[in-house]
């Protein structure tokens, strides 16, 4: 079966510091991946995706950036942190195109910029 | 533009009546939706989904309700449990780009004991 995780699950980062958040994929090939983010008191926002290996679609603008090194690797980065970028991370998969296909969420970091 | 809304933030229940969950949709391309359920610092799981060929799809106690003329969906669970609290979204798929689901905001649903 496919399982999904991302790490850290907590983090606490000062403003102007960088980030990384990974997620893995296992038991599956060539999926599609998702971050996502909810802030507080808002719905789901996708952030990026990705359909294969170094191929990155940003949804909005920021100072956040993704990466996809390996097929089942995800990778959200930023190079300084800002206050409005405290949240919780959702990194998510699925696996082909078309309209009636489940998104799978890992278990979500929560990252608090202080 | 929020293409899914759930303009209930928060609803409360008591145990073993009828939860009654809403979202409005404004895209009429539309023709698949989902149902999630998120738990606090856990990630959303998948809970139901309905096509738009149909206007019901029945799970257990998970019941889903499209009417499509309204644009508007609505999720019932009887009879609600104290851990049926959560937040749950309700979400469709892009209709073009990849395949990602658009979200509504949740509604936190609490159940009273």
């Known amino acids: 079966s496919q399982t999904i995780h991302q790490w850290p699950a907590t983090l606490v980062q000062p403003v102007g510091s960088p980030l990384s958040l990974e997620c893995t994929v296992e038991?599956?090939?060539?999926?599609?991946l998702y971050w996502y983010r909810q802030a507080a008191g808002r719905g789901l926002q996708l952030l990026f995706y990705s359909v294969g290996i170094g191929q990155i679609s940003s949804e909005v603008p920021q100072n956040l950036s993704a990466s996809r090194p390996q097929d089942r690797q995800f990778i959200l980065s930023s190079k300084k942190l800002l206050l409005s970028d405290s949240g919780f991370y959702l990194c998510a998969w699925n696996l082909s195109w078309g309209a009636r296909n489940t998104i799978y969420f890992g278990e979500g970091s929560w990252l608090t910029v202080v | 533009d929020q293409q899914v809304k759930q303009n209930s933030p928060s609803l409360s229940v008591q145990e073993g009546r009828i939860s009654i969950l809403n979202c409005d949709y404004t895209?009429?391309?539309?023709?698949?939706f989902l149902w999630y359920k998120k738990y606090p610092a856990e990630g959303p799981t998948f809970l139901i989904s309905?096509?738009?060929?149909?206007d019901k799809n029945e799970d257990g106690r998970f019941t889903v309700f499209l009417n499509k003329s309204a644009k508007h969906l609505s999720l019932h669970i009887v009879p609600s449990q104290p851990g049926d609290s959560a937040v749950y979204f309700c979400a469709a798929p892009s209709a073009y780009g990849a395949n990602n689901l658009f979200f509504g905001t949740g509604t936190r649903l609490t159940v009273i004991p």
């Open positions: 038991g599956t090939s060539n999926p599609n």
């Open positions: 309905i096509s738009s060929i149909k």
């Open positions: 895209n009429s391309m539309f023709d698949y």
